[in-house]
């Protein structure tokens, strides 16, 4: 409750959260909300301008842009916020047993982790990629392999921490359970926890396969895809610099949105995050998520 308090007090959180809402949700219908089957070739308004019928123009092969951009928000989004969950499922998991029972399971756990995180995350992207095939479901196999170990490791943190608190000793000597304790005291605390670095990791996600599709990696022709549409409109880019705008916008709105998302959540957690040494902490914290994003 604490949480929702300190975000309803900021604008632009609650601003990036209905955007992040919107979008999710006309992806998720989105073929009530696209005018036009996005596959659909009509070489009579290739490059067509934008009209009435076509709000945004058609493409290469008369495509509609505007459906095509609509239908992007799946593999650009939504698939990506599949893949984000299922690797906070699997860091999580890992991360409660390590931080929670340490000793030699945490020991293990850890060197795994370690082992995971010393490859770059570019690099064994496409050595997944290209060892399996160009295709959406090949990244998202490739981000769930690679990004558990970093939740792994943050998540372990966190329990670590709070694991250590005085009530959690009180259950442990009452003869509670362990599943009890991690259910009922451990996990509601380190939600917000995960909630902050899962939205943080979303902005990179969808920025690499964006990225991927641009270079021809990612989903495949004639699905829709936001990378993949910037690609196709490269070659038309100073004639028809729209047909790049649009879904460059998208992706800078949505990156941006979970951004500022993933800011304010650190500051509603952390209000001393709003002084200059919380600042500085902040700036540091960013700093090193930036740093491995970028493997």
Same mark, same amino acid.
């Given at each position: 409750?604490?949480?929702?308090?300190?975000?309803?007090?900021?604008?632009?959180?609650?601003?990036?959260?209905?955007?992040?809402?919107?979008?999710?949700?006309?992806?998720?219908?989105?073929?009530?909300?696209?005018? /036009?089957?996005?596959?659909? +070739?009509?070489? #009579?308004?290739? @490059?067509?301008?934008?009209?009435?019928?076509?709000? !945004?123009?058609?493409? /290469?092969?008369?495509?509609?842009?505007?459906?095509?951009?609509?239908?992007?928000?799946? *593999?650009?989004?939504?698939?990506?916020?599949?893949?984000?969950?299922?690797?906070?499922?699997?860091?999580?998991? +890992?991360?409660?047993?390590?931080?929670? $029972?340490?000793?030699?399971?945490?020991?293990?756990?850890?060197?795994?982790?370690?082992?995971?995180?010393?490859? *770059?995350?570019?690099?064994?992207?496409?050595?997944?990629?290209?060892?399996?095939?160009?295709?959406?479901?090949?990244? !998202?196999?490739?981000? %769930?392999?690679? #990004?558990?170990?970093?939740?792994?490791? %943050?998540?372990?943190?966190?329990?670590?921490?709070?694991?250590?608190?005085?009530?959690?000793? $009180?259950?442990?000597?009452?003869?509670?359970?362990?599943?009890?304790?991690?259910?009922? /005291?451990? %996990?509601?605390?380190?939600?917000?926890?995960?909630?902050?670095?899962?939205?943080?990791?979303?902005?990179?996600?969808?920025?690499?396969?964006?990225?991927?599709?641009?270079?021809?990696?990612?989903?495949?022709?004639? /699905?829709?895809?936001?990378?993949?549409? !910037?690609?196709?409109?490269?070659?038309?880019?100073?004639?028809?610099?729209?047909?790049? !705008?649009?879904?460059?916008?998208?992706? %800078?709105?949505?990156?941006?949105?979970?951004?500022?998302?993933?800011?304010?959540?650190?500051?509603?957690?952390?209000?001393?995050?709003?002084?200059?040494?919380?600042?500085?902490?902040?700036?540091?914290?960013?700093?090193? +998520?930036?740093? @491995?994003?970028?493997?």
């Amino acid at each position: 409750m604490r949480l929702l308090r300190n975000l309803s007090k900021d604008k632009l959180a609650i601003t990036s959260l209905a955007v992040i809402v919107i979008i999710i949700a006309v992806g998720i219908f989105a073929p009530l909300c696209a005018l /036009h089957d996005p596959e659909e +070739v009509n070489m #009579k308004l290739r @490059y067509a301008s934008a009209s009435w019928t076509y709000w !945004l123009g058609n493409d /290469h092969l008369g495509r509609c842009v505007l459906s095509r951009l609509i239908y992007g928000i799946r *593999p650009s989004v939504l698939w990506v916020l599949v893949a984000l969950m299922m690797s906070v499922l699997v860091g999580a998991i +890992v991360g409660f047993i390590a931080g929670y $029972f340490k000793g030699k399971t945490d020991a293990w756990i850890m060197r795994i982790c370690d082992v995971m995180l010393s490859f *770059p995350g570019y690099v064994m992207t496409l050595a997944v990629v290209g060892i399996l095939g160009a295709g959406l479901e090949h990244i !998202l196999i490739a981000f %769930v392999v690679m #990004k558990w170990a970093w939740f792994a490791r %943050v998540i372990r943190t966190s329990v670590m921490q709070f694991s250590e608190m005085e009530y959690v000793k $009180f259950a442990k000597a009452s003869g509670i359970g362990s599943l009890s304790i991690l259910t009922k /005291h451990i %996990v509601p605390v380190t939600f917000a926890d995960i909630a902050v670095i899962a939205s943080g990791s979303m902005c990179s996600m969808m920025l690499q396969i964006s990225g991927l599709s641009f270079l021809g990696l990612g989903i495949q022709a004639p /699905h829709a895809e936001w990378g993949m549409m !910037l690609n196709e409109a490269r070659q038309v880019m100073f004639s028809r610099p729209e047909l790049m !705008l649009a879904p460059g916008l998208a992706i %800078v709105i949505v990156v941006s949105a979970f951004n500022f998302l993933s800011d304010a959540l650190q500051v509603a957690l952390d209000p001393q995050l709003m002084t200059s040494q919380g600042r500085l902490r902040k700036k540091e914290v960013g700093k090193a +998520v930036y740093e @491995y994003s970028r493997g």
